[in-house]
């Protein structure tokens, strides 16, 4: 077998299914007026009511340069608000409107219309979860850790 065939590589197959994936969640979206990194946002404060930016942006594993820009468009469109914390003013605090609230209720809908367009058994789906999430934690591990040889 040829180690450098490209339907061998993982790194192929998470590309094409992430992309695919996402294009599945969009017209979802599109009535929501949430692009998927947005949603992604509001899924995180649907969760958690309000968080530092700093914590949202690493419950996303996002940089703050990718987040920032995110949560001026949320802002704009009236579903988050950005406030300095009170007992940090270094920190900025994300918090959902009424309008961000609001909105939950109808997005309640997107996670069943994509797993019934996707047309797979869910127990497919949580065990597909599951592994990437084993991939997610050990490709973490394998990048903070220098490996022999390399320096840190």
């Known amino acids: 077998m040829d180690a450098l065939a490209l339907d061998r590589q993982v790194c192929y197959a998470l590309s094409v299914a992430a992309r695919n994936v996402v294009a599945l969640y969009r017209p979802a979206l599109e009535p929501l007026g949430l692009t998927h990194p947005q949603y992604l946002v509001m899924l995180a404060l649907w969760e958690h009511q309000q968080l530092a930016a700093k914590d949202l942006a690493r419950l996303l594993q996002l940089d703050p340069g990718t987040l920032?820009?995110?949560?001026?468009?949320?802002?704009?469109?009236?579903?988050?608000?950005?406030?300095?914390?009170?007992?940090?003013?270094?920190?900025?605090?994300?918090?959902?409107?009424?309008?961000g609230r609001a909105l939950r209720e109808r997005a309640e809908e997107v996670p069943g219309g994509v797993v019934a367009r996707l047309g797979m058994p869910v127990e497919a789906l949580v065990a597909l979860h599951a592994s990437l999430t084993d991939l997610i934690t050990a490709s973490q591990r394998a990048l903070a850790d220098p490996g022999p040889g390399r320096s840190a």
């Open 68 to 99: 920032t820009p995110l949560l001026k468009r949320l802002e704009s469109a009236g579903l988050v608000r950005r406030d300095r914390d009170p007992h940090d003013q270094r920190s900025l605090a994300i918090t959902l409107t009424d309008a």
